[in-house]
């Protein structure tokens, strides 16, 4: 399932679209925005997969709102609802999923709403790939193949199952980047996938992490957060 927001300053017009959204079952939870500002304070709000957005609204317009979010990391789905023929193209220069006519037809609305689906899906599948170079050719490998990264000065060794490879990255910048993938910084020399570690010695003075057989050192400051991520995914009692 999906969740939405559906944005216009016509109240009118968002209860009317929020009510054929909420025909679908496909479509989750639906904020509500009588406003640009409203429409991208529910983004930091809330989960949000896709925006319903009118283009032509007060002080930040559907368009607005589009080229702020183009700029996330992975920003929701958006589809223009709009009495406005004229905007097509530049809705969909600015990677609109889909662009919706007024009077909405409940079998248009419902097309908008495969293609975002869709989309969600290949999201979901589709693993994060890192191009790498190793005996002068370059190569994608996925992301989750990665078991841990090893700071070699401004650059990166990235060590997976079979092979090694190394990128001119910090690894201070992988750090941000990587962060939220679940890679934690457990030394400042080592950034690990806490999916790949198989083990955890901790004792007086020293605690290490094994990873397919090779130990790595954790330091005392990055020990308590850790400890922190590990503690969060313990099994507990109902």
Not at 93 to 117: F, H, M, Q, T, W
Not at 148 to 176: C, F, M, W
Request: aromatic content about 6%; hydrophobic content about 45%; proline content about 5%.
């Amino acid at each position: 399932m999906i969740n939405v927001v559906v944005a216009d300053d016509e109240l009118p017009a968002v209860a009317e679209l929020a009510y054929l959204l909420s025909l679908d079952s496909r479509v989750g939870t639906i904020h509500r925005a009588n406003s640009g500002a409203e429409a991208l304070k529910a983004l930091e709000e809330f989960e949000v997969d896709a925006l319903f957005l009118d283009i032509h609204m007060p002080a930040l317009s559907g368009l607005d709102i589009a080229r702020v979010i183009s700029r996330f990391t992975r920003p929701p789905a958006v589809v223009f609802v709009t009495a406005d023929e004229d905007q097509a193209l530049e809705a969909f220069e600015l990677a609109a999923v889909d662009y919706v006519l007024k009077p909405v037809r409940p079998e248009r609305l419902a097309e908008s709403v495969r293609r975002i689906c869709e989309l969600a899906e290949e999201d979901t599948v589709k693993p994060d790939m890192v191009t790498v170079e190793k005996g002068g050719i370059t190569k994608m490998i996925r992301r989750d193949e990665i078991r841990y990264v090893q700071a070699q000065g401004d650059y990166a060794r990235l060590h997976t199952k079979d092979a090694s490879y190394l990128i001119r990255v910090p690894l201070n910048d992988l750090e941000q980047q990587w962060g939220a993938a679940g890679y934690v910084r457990i030394h400042r020399s080592y950034l690990v996938s806490m999916d790949k570690i198989d083990t955890v010695k901790l004792a007086t003075g020293k605690a290490v992490v094994l990873i397919g057989g090779t130990e790595l050192p954790v330091s005392r400051r990055a020990l308590p957060y850790l400890r922190e991520k590990l503690a969060a995914n313990r099994v507990r009692p109902l």
